[in-house]
Every structure is written in structure tokens, then in C-alpha cells.
């Protein structure tokens, strides 16, 4: 009988412990939850026989290293900078290696010894690093084989409220770490267009977003991450002219998203005088101009030259950034009283549902034609526990422990899921959860 | 017989040596010059018997040492972070200390130990910091003793081109370090108006500037600096309602200098892709929207939402921006190309003057009533040699070496020029090289 240990038993780890669980008895192995809050694991296991939770803490060295040799395969579901002690205890115990998180230069430091090992470290493993890597690959890979030539490639991600759910000023409410929401873009945006690398500073990131349309779903935006030419070299695309990677979003979030960066109210890096003392209003006229003839709707209004009454003004104003209540943090950067803010308002309600929604779009020559296909896959949340982004991070991970165990995945070393061997199988166990692309001709652009 | 031990040889050390040159036998002193470039050292002696240059390199501790043990008091103008060392070695053999950069954190921890070793280590007295707090609390503390209350404080300084050099597009050529002009304000900027704390990000700060006028010479912009609170306890300004300082430049440079920051050029965080093959214009055009039916000038206005003609345009044409010629680096991050481009640009003519501007606003209550006051310093270049900004920069350590050595100077630990102790001889003595503020009421502000 084999052993899973899945460390973190958070939101996102719950679609993955029943797909754990429903394989325990067939492939035969035991899962073990390990998660500082032994209840919340214990909860997750619904009493099935062949689960036990159990207190972890990634900084006792000493329980770590026992909860790693107990086990066959290791799962984390902790935060990437957690990571690299369990996993020097996975190298040390010759125990595999499973996350969803990033590749960190320290951990490809690690590559070597990990095929010394003779254990597989499989990274980027979930949605966005992860389905984006296996469609992609699945369909470059396939392209390649037919004589195309790849000429530009661009993938978009957005974790999202589903349709009927989404009836708030901004279309959008809190699916993930709202943190990272709060955070995302900051530094210097680096990609590729026709040919010519392109850089946006981050008070402009939001100002520069593409339109997109899946068919059934309507209208996205699609604003860049920090740095789409990551993976140029992963994905095979040293050299087409225009690589991009974004983040999607409703219609309307990135112009009312960009009031904030404009203002400063995103920024980590000090702490806010008086914050203890100061209210929602006060803590919008910060970053305004002193006016005692002005309020503070007029001053945001002009200084960021909009109309008085416009659609990224009710955003703010839905949020509460005008309200004369109390903040009530005793210390907080801007970005931290930000977060406050919106978590108050981007709550999913019980019966929220939420959404995946992944898009790639790809121009290639073939027998000297010029072609032009989107992919794109939605995904719903089924409620509140079992939400699209649980499913979608969980599954790919919970589908190659399966295989490693079961030996039908024989890759060892430090992989992402780019290769054929990870993600044929993956793919096509996916789509039993609805993970599936559809893909139509788009239109060559204007002009 | 006292030895001087000045370590700097470059542009702002002219005037400096000049003045201790001449009170050398009066005072009866030698003066050691130590720079990596003993040539340089050499000529700025002029053959004087009392100067002496000398090999100086701060990195060989054996060396440093031996020359610090053999002076009296040590002048430093290396750059700030290279002080350290120096200072140690003067704590260790009990030579005073004297410079015109600011008291860093690192430096701060040493207080104890230079009242300990009965030196004084006199910090910030220079231009800015230096003849700004000289000039600041000897106001403040006449005031004061006159029995007002302060109210607000705003000050400024700007190395500019003196009235009739000044003739670019941007009225602006380097007279400082060029590299500090282009990275200026990166963070968040802090200061205080009328009670309120406010706070801009970097990329609004050249659209928050503050128009000032100069009798005789005319209208100036200021923007704030990073930390406009820093002095706040030295000044005593704790409870001021407003407190801001800035930096001068001539109008029409902060609406212009915000298209380098909107841009991203400023940045110096990240290298760019290809710089070896790159022209000007492809540089701009990094930062802009890829568009093969638009020129890069009609990219870039439409991007900051310009005119197509304006006099922003205008500053960036004249500078090169658009032009089809090689950059001729490397390796670069933006910042460096825009310094290199800007160095050919903004170069000072042999002919040249420079000029410093210093402008301080106080409003205080007195006897019942509200008073605004503005006191403003002109200092013009002589020549390419004995410009204002080496004059300003270097006079007030030239004094203060003096009094130290003449005993007249017996403050002893870590010091800053804000104590009458220090401001009243220096002030008095630099009244003879045109350090000299001139006061006017100003009008309470309209609304």
C-alpha cells in the first residue's frame, strides 16, 4: 500500500482530496492531510477510511522530515515560499515531489539533484502554471508535427464569478488569494509584439489591455503579466514575433483597477501615518490634493481628468472609498487598507458560483496560409466548495499522483507538464471534469 | 602645524581647496589631496607650498588608514556609501570627520562612539543638506525666540543654468551628477499640507509640482522630494500643519520629464532585450504600442494624450528621442539610455554659468496675526571651474574645517548644521560669497 502525504488543506485543496479519496481504494493508497489546523483536514476527509489528518508545521524540521519518510509522494499545497525545505526532505527521502506553484531559481538549482534522486519534482502543476502549459504544448506539439510554422502565440487565464453571478459594479469578487489581486502586475511588463519587445511600466499596465471574446461567455479583457517571454524557450517560441501572457478580466475592471494604481493605493512598500485615526474618505484623500473647497469625488475626478459621473467612479464609490467610516487596522501599507476595502465588497455569497476561464490564441503559416485559431476552455464552479478554481488547480495535480503511483508516469527529475509523457494523460482525463477547448477561426486584425 | 586630509578631488572639491589653499599659512595648515587620480589632485593645487597630492584609493584599509592618522581632520567628498570605512578610521584615530552627504542609518550608529573619541563628526553640510538647514532654523529659531508659532514650512532647492545660459528647450544642463537627476524621486513622496498627510506615487509626482517665483529671476516648478518629514524633529516642525520640500527646475520641466516616467524610461531596475542594435527611435518605441500605420511621435502623443504638437513633444524631439541613430550600448537598463541620451544633450558649454536657487516659505502667527514670508537664494557660477554648485557645495565645509581647527568650533559627536553653534559663522562667512537670502511677503493664497 502506497502513501500520499498532501500538506495544506486550505480552500483549493478540496476538489484534490476527493479525487485523492474516490482512487484510494482501487490504486490502494493511503492519504495523509497535514495542515496546522488538524480540524479543518479532518473535515475534509468526510471519515473516509482510507484518510487521516494530521498537525503539520513546515518550520519543525523534525515532524517534517517523519511526515516525508512515512510517505510514497508528497502534494503541496502550502505557499511557494514554503516549499523548499519539504522539498530538500522529498530529495533527502527519495520521496516524489508534487505543486502547482512556480518554478523559484532556487528550486531549479535543485534539478540535478532531484534526478540523482531518482524521484520525479513536478512543478507548475495546476491551472495558471499548469492546464496553460499542457493545452498549449498539446497543440504547438501537434502543430509542429503538421509542418506549421508558429508565428505569434498569446494565453490568457482569469479566475472569475460565473455567469448570473456576477452582479456587482465590477463583475468580479474574490476567487483567490486577494492579496495577490491586490499586488498583481507590480515591476516592469516585458513581452513581444510583431517582432519587437515591448515594456510597460507598472501605472500603466492597466491602461494598456486587449478585448477578447469567448463564444457563449461574452467579453474579457486581457491585461499582461510581469514577464510573457518566460517561457520562450519551455514552449519551443525563441522565435515568433509575438508572445504574450495575460490575465483576464470583465469589461471595465482594468480602467476602474487603474484609478487605484494611479493613485497609490497599491503600493506595499511603507506604512501609512495615522492609519489607526483615519477613515475610508480620509484614506482616499491621501493621495489627493489638500482642497477645502473641493470634496474629494471632485478632486478624484479631476485629478484623474474623468467626467464626475462616470462608470469608473460608481466602481469606487460601490466600494466604499468615499464612506466616513473607520478603517480599523492599527498599522497598514496602502495596500493592505486597499485589500480591507475590497474584501468587505468581493465576497463570494454561499451561493455564489465561480469561473475558470483559460484562452489561447494562435497564428501559424501551413502550406503558405496564414491561420488564425482561439482555444478557449470555461470552467463553472459546481458551489461553493467545489469552485472552478479548486477543480481546475487540484485536479491536474490529483491526476498525476494517480499516474506516478500507479506507475504509468516514469519521468523523473525536475519536470513542468510541457512534455507529451504529462500532459496526453492529463488532458485526457481532464475533460471528464469539463476541462475542454473549443476552438474557432478568428478574424485576421483591421488595418 | 595641522594637516588636512581632503579625499575627493572631482568637480564640487575646486572651490573648496581653493579656500583652504588660502588660509593655509594664516591659519597654518597643510592640505593633502588623496584621490585614484593623483594627476587631477595635483592641478588643483596650482603649485601651492602648503598643498600636497597624494594616492588615495578607500578600498586598501592599510592605506587609508595611514593617511587619516597622519591628518587632523579628514574632508570627504567621495560618494555617500563609500564613507564608512573613512569614518571608521577616524573614529579609531581620533581625527575629525567632515562631509556634505546625509547622515545614513549606518552612520547614525556611530554617535556614541564619535563623542566617545571626542571628535566631531559633521555631517550634511553642504548646499542641500547643509545651507538649506543653516539657512532654515536660523529663521526659524529667530522667529521662535520672537514668540511666533509656525504654521507651515515649505523649502526648495534646484542646480539649474544661470539667467542667460539657459537657452534649450528644457532651460536645464547638468551641473550635478547626472545619474541622480534620472533616477530623482523613485518611491513613494510623504509629506504633510495643512495638517493632512498626503502621498504620491512616483509616477504623478512631475504632474504635482508647485509654481514659485524668485524676484529678479522669475518663475520656477518645484516638485516634492521622497521624505519631505526627515527634518520634522530636527526642525522642531513636529506639530506644523504643513511641511514639504522640493526641487526646483525652470516651467515646462515637470510636464515633460513626466513623459520620460510615463513612459517607463526611467527605469533602472531590469535591462532591455537587443540594446546593441538599437536606435533612439526603436528605444521610444519599445514603450509604445506596436502600430505599423502609426509614427512613433503619433504613438507617443496619442499615449499621454497629447497634441500632437506641444512644447512636451518639442523638449523630447530636440533631445533625440525619435532619431534613427545607434544608441551605442551594450547592455542598459532604460535609465542608462536615457542618461546617456540626455548627457549629449544636457552638456555645460565651456562658457557656461551655473546657478543654485534656494527658496524657503514660512507662515507663522505672530502677535495675532498670520504672516507669510518667503526668504530666497540666487547664487551664480563664476566660470566653468568655480561654479555655484562647487561653491555652495564646498564653502560651508571649507568654513567649518576652519573653525574646528581654529577652535572656534567645539561641538563635539555626530552633527548636523541645524545648531546656532554651527549656522551663525558659517551663514555669517558666507555672506561674503553671495550665500545671502533675501525676504518678501507673500500673498495668502487665493479661494
Not at 216 to 221: I, N, S
Amino acid at each position: 500500500m502506497k502513501n500520499i502525504l498532501l500538506v495544506g488543506a486550505g480552500k483549493s485543496a478540496t476538489v484534490l482530496i476527493s479525487y485523492l479519496l474516490e482512487h484510494a481504494v482501487k490504486a490502494d493508497w493511503t492519504l495523509t492531510v497535514g495542515d496546522l489546523d488538524v480540524e479543518t483536514a479532518q473535515s475534509k476527509l468526510h471519515g473516509h477510511p482510507r484518510g487521516a489528518a494530521e498537525f503539520f508545521d513546515v518550520h519543525q524540521p523534525d515532524l517534517r522530515r517523519q511526515a516525508v519518510r512515512k510517505a510514497d509522494l508528497v502534494i503541496s499545497m502550502l505557499p511557494a515560499h514554503l516549499h523548499l525545505p519539504l522539498l530538500q526532505d522529498c530529495l533527502a527521502e527519495k520521496v516524489h515531489f508534487l505543486s502547482a506553484s512556480y518554478v523559484s531559481d532556487e528550486i531549479r538549482l535543485l534539478a540535478n539533484e532531484a534526478e540523482r534522486a531518482g524521484i520525479l519534482v513536478l512543478k507548475e502543476c495546476g491551472l495558471d502554471p499548469g492546464i496553460d502549459h499542457m493545452s498549449a504544448m498539446a497543440k504547438l506539439d501537434e502543430l509542429r508535427a503538421s509542418g506549421a510554422n508558429i508565428l505569434e502565440f498569446e494565453t490568457f487565464t482569469g479566475g472569475l464569478v460565473a455567469p448570473g453571478y456576477e452582479h456587482n459594479p465590477w463583475q468580479y469578487k474574490f476567487t483567490w488569494n486577494p492579496r495577490n489581486v491586490v499586488l498583481a502586475g507590480q515591476g516592469v511588463v516585458k513581452f513581444r509584439h510583431n517582432g519587437n519587445y515591448k515594456y510597460i511600466p507598472y501605472h500603466r499596465l492597466f491602461q494598456r489591455y486587449e478585448t477578447l471574446h469567448v463564444p457563449d461567455f461574452g467579453y474579457f479583457e486581457g491585461y499582461p503579466n510581469r514577464d510573457s517571454l518566460k517561457y520562450a524557450e519551455a514552449y519551443g517560441l525563441q522565435d515568433v514575433a509575438t508572445l504574450y501572457r495575460g490575465t483576464l478580466r470583465r469589461p471595465g475592471f482594468c480602467k476602474a483597477w487603474d484609478v487605484f494604481v494611479q493613485l497609490g493605493m497599491t503600493d506595499d512598500t511603507y506604512e501609512m501615518e495615522g492609519i489607526e485615526h483615519m477613515t475610508y474618505r480620509e484614506f482616499t484623500n491621501s493621495f489627493l490634493w489638500w482642497d477645502p473647497l473641493q470634496s474629494a469625488e471632485l478632486k478624484l475626478a479631476a485629478y484623474l481628468k474623468m467626467d464626475y459621473q462616470n462608470e469608473m467612479m460608481e466602481k469606487i464609490a460601490w466600494l466604499g472609498l468615499f464612506d466616513k467610516r473607520p478603517i480599523g487596522l492599527k498599522k497598514a501599507t496602502p495596500a493592505q487598507v486597499l485589500q480591507k476595502i475590497l474584501e468587505e465588497k468581493w465576497v463570494l455569497e454561499p451561493d455564489d458560483r465561480d469561473m475558470i476561464v483559460m484562452l489561447h490564441k494562435y497564428v501559424y503559416e501551413l502550406e503558405g496560409k496564414t491561420e488564425r485559431v482561439q482555444a478557449s476552455m470555461v470552467v463553472i464552479g459546481d458551489d461553493r466548495e467545489r469552485t472552478a478554481m479548486a477543480k481546475t488547480v487540484g485536479l491536474p495535480l490529483g491526476i498525476a499522483a494517480r499516474l506516478v503511483l500507479e506507475d504509468k508516469l516514469s519521468l523523473r527529475g525536475l519536470v513542468i507538464p510541457t512534455l507529451p509523457q504529462v500532459y496526453q494523460p492529463l488532458l485526457r482525463e481532464l475533460t471528464d471534469f469539463g476541462v475542454i477547448f473549443e476552438e474557432h477561426e478568428l478574424e485576421p486584425p483591421a488595418g
